[in-house]
């Protein structure tokens, strides 16, 4: 009932109510020919006492801003090769080992018969529990723009995760772009972002709409794979954002909580410092600290990540369709998803694994040896072996397994 009285309250100054993110979250909007208009505090605080049922009010922001898009005449060289890259009509066929061995990937597909079988991974990026944001409606598709060939490459995002988390196994020995980490489970594409006809984000990424997309069918989506890392360091999360990520490890799968997987990104992201969060940073070539992974103490665990063997130049993984393999992915977005991945094998191997004991058995599992960085590691308090970008190090699937079986929930 207090929602009808919220919404006239709101109406009069014009704002309209839009959807919900949880039974005590709504998100209303106003529409203004003010782009990216900001409220004063006093403007929020007018608002909050307009309804004595509104307990917090905030206005949400941009997770990723507007990036321009170039038309196809006016891309420069770097642009069209990572796009022809993206698209190269190719069938490039993958056989095994599809991972490196150290991630005893390959290895727990034969010896503890795990695939990924009923479990759902949700990707936020650009099926059955599919879900558009953006729009408000079930239906999600790229958008490819015919005059902006980069469009493609900005959609792909999506499609290259998914691919490394869950692509289907088919009969061949060798399969065309390779298979996924859980090539049994299934993915939920949940769009936050579309492309514009100048930008490569319609609008952005908007906090509101991603919180929204977290809260979503949790009943029925164990996993959240977030492959966006937010731009920006020392970002705290707004309260909405940490109600969501508490919610869902306190209520998520039935009580055993939902587990959210982030990339490391820069320090101080809210939703990569959240304590129920695992964060994934990246491994180099030969298990050198990747570039892109900067230092980070909220981070958990690594994997390679500039392909999918340790001495790969280049990540191998689907693209806009069957007969394009992507090989120009990677970074910690490609580590999140292979963790990702690796997580629905373990809940499939025990189900009754709470997200707390994910992330232990992640931790106990995970080894500093054996990788190029391995001098760069010291030891914490704890007796584990860390650095600040890579952290604990990377982490084997079989040994993991047997964790699993030995784990007392």
Same mark, same amino acid.
């Given at each position: 009932?207090?929602?009808?009285?919220?919404?006239?309250?709101?109406?009069?100054?014009?704002?309209? %109510?839009?959807?919900?993110?949880?039974? /005590?979250?709504?998100?209303?909007?106003?529409?203004?020919?003010? /782009?990216?208009?900001?409220?004063?505090?006093?403007?929020?605080?007018?608002?909050?006492?307009?309804?004595?049922?509104?307990?917090?009010?905030?206005? !949400?922001?941009?997770?990723?801003?507007?990036?321009?898009?170039?038309?196809?005449?006016?891309?420069?060289?770097?642009?069209?090769?990572?796009?022809?890259?993206?698209?190269?009509? &190719?069938?490039?066929?993958?056989?095994?080992?599809?991972?490196?061995?150290?991630?005893?990937?390959?290895?727990?597909?034969?010896?503890?018969?795990?695939?990924?079988?009923?479990?759902?991974?949700?990707? #936020?990026? &650009?099926?059955?529990?599919?879900?558009? %944001?953006?729009? &408000?409606?079930? /239906?999600?598709?790229?958008?490819?723009?015919?005059?902006?060939?980069? !469009?493609?490459?900005?959609?792909?995002?999506?499609?290259?995760?998914?691919?490394?988390?869950?692509?289907?196994?088919?009969?061949?020995?060798?399969?065309?772009?390779?298979?996924?980490?859980?090539?049994?489970?299934?993915?939920?594409?949940?769009?936050?972002?579309?492309?514009?006809?100048?930008?490569?984000?319609?609008?952005?990424?908007?906090?509101?709409?991603?919180?929204?997309?977290?809260?979503?069918? =949790?009943?029925?989506?164990?996993?959240? !794979?977030?492959?966006?890392? #937010?731009?920006?360091?020392?970002?705290?999360?707004?309260?909405?954002?940490?109600?969501?990520?508490?919610?869902?490890?306190?209520?998520?799968?039935?009580?055993?909580?939902?587990?959210?997987?982030?990339?490391?990104?820069?320090?101080?992201?809210? %939703?990569?410092?959240?304590?129920?969060?695992?964060?994934?940073?990246?491994?180099?070539? &030969?298990?050198?600290?990747?570039?892109?992974?900067?230092?980070?103490?909220?981070?958990?665990?690594?994997?390679?990540?500039?392909? =999918?063997?340790?001495?790969?130049?280049?990540?191998?993984?689907?693209? /806009?369709?069957?007969?394009?393999?992507?090989?120009?992915?990677?970074?910690?977005?490609?580590?999140?998803?292979?963790?990702?991945?690796?997580?629905?094998?373990?809940?499939?191997?025990?189900?009754?694994?709470?997200?707390?004991?994910?992330?232990?058995?992640?931790?106990? !599992?995970?080894?500093?040896?054996?990788?190029?960085?391995?001098?760069?590691?010291?030891?914490?308090?704890?007796?584990?072996?860390?650095?600040?970008?890579?952290?604990?190090?990377?982490?084997?699937?079989?040994?993991?397994?047997?964790?699993?079986?030995?784990?007392?929930?």
């Amino acid at each position: 009932m207090y929602l009808y009285g919220i919404k006239r309250s709101l109406g009069k100054d014009l704002f309209v %109510f839009d959807s919900k993110i949880n039974d /005590q979250l709504f998100i209303f909007v106003k529409d203004t020919e003010i /782009q990216n208009h900001r409220l004063s505090s006093l403007e929020l605080a007018t608002l909050k006492r307009s309804n004595t049922h509104i307990e917090k009010l905030v206005q !949400s922001y941009k997770l990723y801003p507007e990036s321009p898009l170039k038309p196809r005449s006016a891309a420069n060289g770097s642009e069209i090769h990572r796009t022809e890259q993206w698209n190269a009509p &190719n069938i490039m066929r993958l056989c095994s080992p599809y991972f490196d061995p150290a991630l005893g990937i390959d290895d727990s597909w034969i010896e503890h018969n795990v695939s990924g079988r009923e479990i759902v991974v949700g990707v #936020t990026d &650009n099926f059955d529990l599919s879900y558009n %944001f953006v729009d &408000n409606i079930q /239906q999600t598709s790229p958008t490819i723009l015919s005059d902006i060939k980069e !469009s493609s490459s900005k959609t792909g995002h999506a499609m290259a995760c998914a691919g490394l988390i869950a692509r289907p196994k088919t009969g061949d020995t060798c399969v065309p772009c390779g298979i996924g980490v859980a090539h049994g489970a299934k993915v939920a594409d949940l769009q936050i972002s579309k492309i514009g006809e100048r930008t490569w984000m319609d609008k952005g990424i908007d906090s509101a709409i991603f919180s929204r997309a977290l809260a979503f069918r =949790r009943d029925a989506i164990p996993i959240f !794979s977030n492959s966006w890392a #937010t731009p920006r360091a020392l970002r705290k999360s707004d309260f909405y954002e940490e109600e969501v990520l508490a919610e869902g490890i306190r209520e998520g799968r039935h009580g055993l909580g939902t587990v959210y997987v982030f990339p490391a990104g820069y320090p101080g992201s809210g %939703f990569a410092n959240y304590i129920g969060s695992i964060t994934v940073a990246c491994l180099g070539v &030969n298990g050198t600290v990747a570039y892109v992974s900067a230092v980070n103490a909220a981070t958990l665990v690594s994997v390679f990540c500039n392909g =999918r063997k340790r001495n790969d130049k280049g990540m191998i993984t689907v693209g /806009q369709d069957e007969k394009m393999c992507d090989t120009s992915f990677g970074g910690e977005s490609a580590a999140t998803a292979i963790v990702s991945g690796m997580i629905a094998l373990l809940l499939e191997a025990n189900p009754g694994l709470s997200a707390r004991d994910v992330k232990h058995i992640l931790i106990k !599992s995970s080894s500093h040896l054996g990788i190029e960085a391995t001098p760069e590691f010291m030891p914490n308090t704890a007796g584990k072996y860390v650095t600040p970008e890579i952290w604990i190090g990377t982490f084997e699937y079989c040994t993991t397994t047997r964790s699993v079986t030995q784990w007392h929930v």
